[in-house]
């Protein structure tokens, strides 16, 4: 499974941008997609899941902020990040889940100006 994501860049606080990540080489169906972030100097934290059935769960960070949800049709998951802060800012891994193997995208630079 290769993941491609996409849609990162520079706000301000505030203001809102969109993920996507797609997934491809899927030999059967992707189970739960999902997003992580890692802020310069932390651990990886979890920011938001999808599952294929469509609920969904959040960090309590970014809940009412955050709307992730999938195309299945595409095997794409998208987080839309609206009312943006800087302690958002961080580097967003996308996942997918086929059976019990977990692949990561390569993250994309999320950057929020106070």
């Known amino acids: 499974v290769q993941l491609q994501a996409s849609g990162g860049g520079l706000v301000q606080a505030g203001g809102s941008l969109r993920l996507s990540c797609a997934a491809s080489?899927?030999?059967?169906?992707?189970?739960?997609m999902g997003w992580y972030r890692q802020a310069p100097g932390k651990q990886r934290e979890f920011v938001a899941r999808v599952i294929r059935g469509g609920s969904t769960d959040y960090a309590d960070s970014v809940k009412g902020r955050f709307t992730i949800s999938r195309d299945n049709a595409k095997n794409t998951v998208y987080l839309q990040m609206n009312s943006l802060k800087p302690e958002d800012t961080g580097v967003y891994y996308c996942?997918?889940?086929?059976?019990?193997?977990?692949?990561w995208g390569q993250g994309t630079q999320v950057t929020v100006s106070s």
């Open positions: 080489r899927t030999p059967i169906s992707v189970n739960n």
């Open positions: 996942y997918a889940d086929v059976i019990t193997s977990r692949s």
